[in-house]
């Protein structure tokens, strides 16, 4: 509704002052036809009488009718002690008697004091229009339907009983107008999207609400507003502002897996190297322990052994002296056996063959200082990963000193070493072609000769059993299974 206009009609209605009323002059009624009317008011013809034939196009405008004939279409106020119809309906053909009134300067509208109903005709035509031939004037005072989107919602600031809707189109907007003072199930903050139709007629007179001067369409009630479609969730802001929540979502687990990556590195290097300082410090035990059972059960012994011969020669020395020096010799030897025990001990600590996983390399590194110009030839088809690190170091010293007796006493020109993996047990041979001997007559410990003896003792700690196969000029060959 125009402000200016409602202010200055309240005001003259409650203190009864017409202004300029003053300068108008009564004269007898004259025969308009719409578009006469229409033009009488734009040049302000205040206090000229009317009679009007045309039919109602809308009679549920609150104040206000709005009529059209053959030549337009024009809106009228009703008086307040005006006579009426008790019933008007669009379609009705009347005749519409009064005066043209001026409320403010350059501004005058029809007041119709009295309504004669002389019958029916069809219901009134609805103009299909867009936003911008609305605007164009062309539809003024027109029943029209408008189709727009709802951009915005909001009441009167003078007179609450009026909400309107703000129309648009891609470049043009419109205002519509709800009376909705007892229409409380009109929610218009709901149609906030929505693309709707509304029946009203184009009033090129209101302006007021929010300072607009442009036409408002003037719909009758809440039934005459369509919802054709309503707005989609899926809007170009929603998708931004929720991609950018996933956008942040994604970022923040990204780093929180970079975060927590970092930090199970952390903890897995320290464990590890907290396993290996552990590892390393197990096998330093483990070399010590048997470093030192090595020490005890070969060198110890055998300077045990020396000490009780010895002490045995000195005892009969002066009663026995052939089986005194028999006895010295033997000590002698056992030393220089100790003294060779000791060093391939020493020797032991140093030998990366425990560490080569190729067994025929590790073999041979191990024999490489022992066999001289000796042939050697291996084939061992066992992996070292079969074997328990007790297990390969005895077998290096079997070996060894199987290999050692070889060249020394049996003067072997060729060795062959063979072993497999039968059954879960370690089964290999060290076979020469050296002179040979008789095993059942060969030396013992008596003579000072304790390598054999060694032998077995390591074989029968794991179990194991040897047998020796010789004769004098054939060579050997020493057989032997580990469990």
């Keep these: 509704m125009n402000m200016g206009f409602r202010f200055f009609n309240l005001f003259g209605r409650i203190y009864g002052v017409t202004f300029f009323s003053s300068i108008a002059f009564c004269a007898a009624a004259t025969i308009f036809t719409a578009a006469d009317l229409d033009r009488a008011m734009r040049r302000n013809s205040s206090g000229q009488e009317f009679e009007l034939k045309a039919k109602i196009i809308s009679a549920r405008l609150n104040a206000w009718i709005a009529v059209e004939d053959d030549t337009g279409a024009v809106i009228l106020e009703k008086c307040r002690d005006g006579s009426y119809p008790t019933v008007l309906r669009a379609g009705d053909m009347a005749v519409l008697r009064g005066s043209i009134s001026t409320f403010v300067i350059s501004f005058a509208t029809a007041e119709c ?79 906030i999207g929505c693309e709707v139709l509304v029946d009203g007629i184009c009033n090129p ?44 979502a994604l970022i923040a687990v990204f780093l929180w897996n970079i975060a927590l990556r970092i930090a199970v590195e952390r903890k897995s290097r320290d464990l590890l190297r907290s396993n290996i300082a552990q590892v390393k410090a197990e096998l330093r035990v483990d070399e010590r322990t048997r470093l030192a059972t090595e020490l005890h059960d070969s060198v110890a012994q055998d300077l045990l052994g020396v000490s009780l011969q010895i002490d045995t020669a000195l005892r009969i020395a002066d009663t026995n002296r052939d089986r005194m020096l028999q006895m010295m010799k033997a000590a002698s030897r056992m030393l220089k056996m100790c003294r060779d025990e000791l060093r391939n001990s020493l020797w032991d600590l140093r030998n990366k063959a425990f560490d080569e996983p190729d067994m025929d390399k590790a073999i041979r590194q191990t024999l490489a200082p022992h066999i001289g110009d000796a042939g050697i030839r291996i084939r061992f088809d066992v992996p070292r990963q079969k074997l328990q690190d007790s297990t390969a170091h005895d077998l290096f010293r079997i070996l060894r000193e199987l290999t050692s007796n070889a060249v020394v006493h049996g003067s072997a ?19 020469d072609d050296g002179i040979g001997f008789t095993p059942d007559s060969r030396p013992g410990t008596e003579q000072g000769h304790f390598g054999l003896d060694g032998i077995r003792e390591r074989v029968l700690r794991h179990h194991g059993t040897m047998s020796i196969v010789s004769s004098p000029g054939k060579g050997c060959k020493v057989s032997i299974t580990l469990s």
């Design 113 to 191: 004091r009295s309504i004669d109903i002389i019958g029916s005709d069809a219901p009134p035509v609805v103009h299909t229009v867009s936003i911008r031939e609305f605007n164009s004037g062309k539809f003024d005072s027109r029943l029209v339907r408008v189709r727009g989107l709802v951009k915005d919602v909001f009441r009167d600031e003078l007179d609450p009983a009026w909400t309107y809707l703000v129309l648009t189109t891609a470049n043009d907007a419109i205002y519509a107008a709800f009376m909705t003072k007892d229409q409380k199930s009109f929610d218009g903050a709901s149609l």
């Design 413 to 431: 020109r060729n060795i062959m070493i063979a072993g497999v993996l039968d059954a879960g047990k370690l089964r290999f041979s060290v076979q």
């Design 205 to 248: 007179n209101e302006g007021g609400a929010r300072h607009h001067t442009g036409r408002t369409l003037i719909a009758e009630n809440k039934d005459s507003l369509i919802v054709i479609r309503k707005p989609v969730f899926w809007t170009l802001t929603r998708l931004l502002v929720v991609s950018g929540i996933l956008l942040a």
